[in-house]
């Protein structure tokens, strides 16, 4: 497996790194944790030594015969600093070398990960945002932070990303997925929409918004600026993503064309109702004596994917549909993706195959991407994750 770095910089955080160790050590590989000399302040050195199963050194002048300050960073396969400080990142823009952490980063070739942790008025400094632009010319993956709640009453962006995330991000750079995304605009939608029939019952569907909260973190992972438009999707908000909660088609339709402009890329990953009850009771319809069933009359939603594509302007934004399709006497599964994708007009149609139960809520999924040239791509069965930066590959060499 891999050998990783993780430095770890002086902030509160700190503690959500113990947890990062545990997800590289328990995937095998092996780690090396680098703390400032202000990070074992908040998580002493006992703690580190435990988890990596290694010793731990902050200054260049430890094991001097073992050359640390060099051979740490030249045998990395990875170095991934969380926290990373606005201190740290001003080092590292600066190519300052005080500490065996700022030194191994100086000697490091390979992938390296930040991801930020201050408040909120550190990370929008103009002096971060130059240091974060700098560390990102130079090839180096800087997440952008959650928001959140930070130390004391503070709430906004500046929050660490959680563990699992990072994790993600640094599995991305090992496998050598590019940050082919940085200063892109990315605008994805994600889960089902409902309409609702009284203020209990609605139609909806059985999308959980995995797929699409997959293609945020991957096109996070990969520099983009995202914005995620969730329709009652029950998982946690991406690092370093604007979430925008919507309930029914018609939230969603708004939403979307209200941020599409300036975006580059638009993946349409969510399921919207295709139809919604003529009228909406006000309280619950409720069972008659006389056994009579009550009539729903319905109406159709307007189709927010043939909307996107007629209202661009040449081939911008990219735009990705989805279709969930099951195989009948009128076609196979593919035959009636490239039938919507006809209809549409979209760059690039996702098709699954939804039948038997298959793809919805589950973590691992197939789907064929359909071209508007009518060319097929089958992406094997695998975590949705895969699917998200396959998804991504075509949709950059769209944007040229």
């Avoid at 030594?49 to 050194?57: C, F, H, I, K, N």
């Avoid at 619950?284 to 729903?296: E, F, H, S, W």
Wanted: aromatic fraction near 4%.
């Amino acid at each position: 497996m891999s050998e990783i770095v993780l430095g770890v910089s002086g902030g509160v955080a700190a503690y959500k790194a113990a947890l990062l160790v545990r997800l590289f050590t328990e995937s095998g590989h092996g780690v090396q944790v680098v703390p400032t000399e202000s990070a074992l302040e908040f998580v002493g050195r006992a703690t580190w030594e435990a988890l990596s199963g290694r010793p731990v050194q902050t200054g260049v002048f430890e094991n001097v015969s073992d050359v640390p300050h060099v051979r740490i960073g030249q045998q990395a396969d990875l170095v991934v600093v969380a926290p990373a400080t606005a201190n740290t990142l001003a080092r590292a823009a600066h190519g300052l070398a005080g500490d065996l952490l700022t030194n191994t980063l100086l000697t490091a070739r390979c992938p390296v990960v930040f991801a930020p942790a201050m408040h909120t008025e550190m990370w929008t400094h103009a002096a971060t945002v130059a240091n974060v632009a700098t560390l990102r010319s130079r090839g180096a993956t800087v997440l952008d932070p959650a928001v959140g709640r930070l130390t004391g009453s503070d709430t906004g962006p500046g929050r660490l990303p959680e563990p699992a995330q990072i994790y993600a991000a640094c599995l991305a750079a090992l496998a050598g997925r590019p940050a082919d995304l940085t200063g892109r605009r990315v605008l994805i939608s994600a889960g089902g929409t409902r309409e609702y029939l009284d203020p209990v019952r609605f139609l909806g569907n059985r999308s959980s918004g995995l797929q699409g909260y997959a293609l945020a973190e991957a096109a996070a992972a990969r520099g983009a600026r995202v914005t995620l438009v969730a329709a009652n999707v029950g998982l946690p908000d991406p690092a370093g993503v604007e979430v925008v909660p919507v309930v029914t088609t018609e939230d969603l339709r708004l939403a979307v064309l209200e941020r599409v402009e300036g975006s580059d890329a638009v993946v349409m990953a969510a399921a919207p109702a295709d139809f919604r009850p003529t009228s909406y009771a006000a309280s619950k319809i409720k069972k008659r004596d006389d056994g009579a069933t009550p009539t729903i009359e319905l109406t159709e939603n307007a189709d927010i994917l043939a909307e996107l594509v007629r209202s661009r302007t040449g081939r911008t934004p990219v735009v990705v549909g989805f279709a969930a399709e099951t195989g009948d006497d009128q076609g196979t599964v593919v035959e009636h993706g490239l039938r919507k994708l006809a209809r549409k007009g979209c760059d690039l149609l996702v098709v699954n195959d939804v039948s038997a139960g298959k793809v919805f809520g589950r973590d691992d999924t197939e789907a064929v991407i359909l071209t508007d040239a009518g060319d097929t791509h089958p992406v094997a069965p695998g975590p949705k994750s895969e699917l998200a930066h396959v998804i991504w590959d075509h949709v950059v060499r769209r944007m040229g």
